[in-house]
């Protein structure tokens, strides 16, 4: 079956810009999750969705940050006023149910690059 | 503060060695503890998880070893392959009732199986 998918693969901004990035979960799965990962460093958490309801935005760095999941299922991370330090992989998780111990299974991640 | 410690940054081991990676975590309320392995351009995949009531969980080649009283835990690898050279890391998270929680990643370990 299909796994998580994330679009665009690769995404460049200019300084100011607002983008969003998209995520597919696996059909079905409750929980889903943003990361971002800066190069050669781990994920780092920004937020946590249960089903619609946004249940975590603790790692959200910003208010320029935004994250929406309306019908369960596909979620956007948007990014206002893009800044250089953005410039990271946007990985999106989601896991079928609810425990912290059900598998995350990722997505490709999206690259932002911020010019 | 970095709530989860990972070391060596990187690591070479010869085809049919073990491949060791330690981590260690300072926050007490963790009590789920997955390891992930990452190809370039790929997301995070989940390799092997444990938690703290046992102090060793084994699938195949791999193996976690878990210090509750230490706050460590390490990864074993054994008779490494070149198909394992990837990034590897490890996580934490707590197991609450309020939801799934993010993880929380170290810094990731650069392993290259030299044949």
């Known amino acids: 079956g299909a796994g998580v998918s994330q679009s665009p693969r690769y995404k460049v901004a200019k300084r100011g810009q607002d983008v969003a990035l998209r995520c597919d979960p696996i059909?079905?799965?409750?929980?889903l999750f943003w990361y971002q990962q800066a190069l050669g460093q781990g994920p780092e958490f920004l937020t946590y969705?249960?089903?619609?309801?946004?249940?975590?935005k603790s790692g959200l760095p910003s208010d320029r940050f935004f994250a929406e999941r309306p019908e369960g299922s596909v979620s956007t991370l948007k990014i206002q006023r893009t800044q250089q330090e953005d410039s990271a992989v946007y990985l999106c998780?989601?896991?079928?149910?609810?425990?912290?111990?059900?598998?995350?299974?990722f997505g490709p991640g999206t690259r932002l690059t911020v010019l | 503060q970095q709530q989860v410690k990972q070391s060596p940054q990187s690591l070479i081991v010869q085809k049919g060695g073990i491949s060791i990676i330690n981590c260690a975590y300072e926050?007490?309320?963790?009590?789920?503890f997955p390891w992930y392995q990452q190809f370039p351009g790929k997301g995070p995949a989940l390799l092997i998880a444990?938690?703290?009531?046992?102090s060793e969980k084994k699938e195949g080649r791999f193996t976690i070893s878990f210090n509750k009283s230490a706050k460590q835990f390490s990864l074993h690898i054994m008779d490494s392959q070149p198909g394992d050279s990837a990034t590897y890391f490890c996580?934490?998270?707590?197991?609450?009732?309020?939801?799934?929680?993010?993880?929380?990643f170290g810094k990731g370990t650069h392993l290259i199986i030299q044949p």
């Open positions: 444990i938690r703290p009531d046992v």
């Open positions: 996580a934490a998270s707590k197991v609450s009732g309020g939801g799934a929680d993010g993880l929380t």
């Open positions: 059909s079905g799965h409750v929980s």
């Open positions: 998780a989601s896991s079928a149910g609810q425990l912290s111990t059900d598998t995350q299974y």
């Open positions: 926050n007490t309320a963790f009590d789920y």
């Open positions: 969705f249960q089903n619609e309801a946004q249940l975590d």
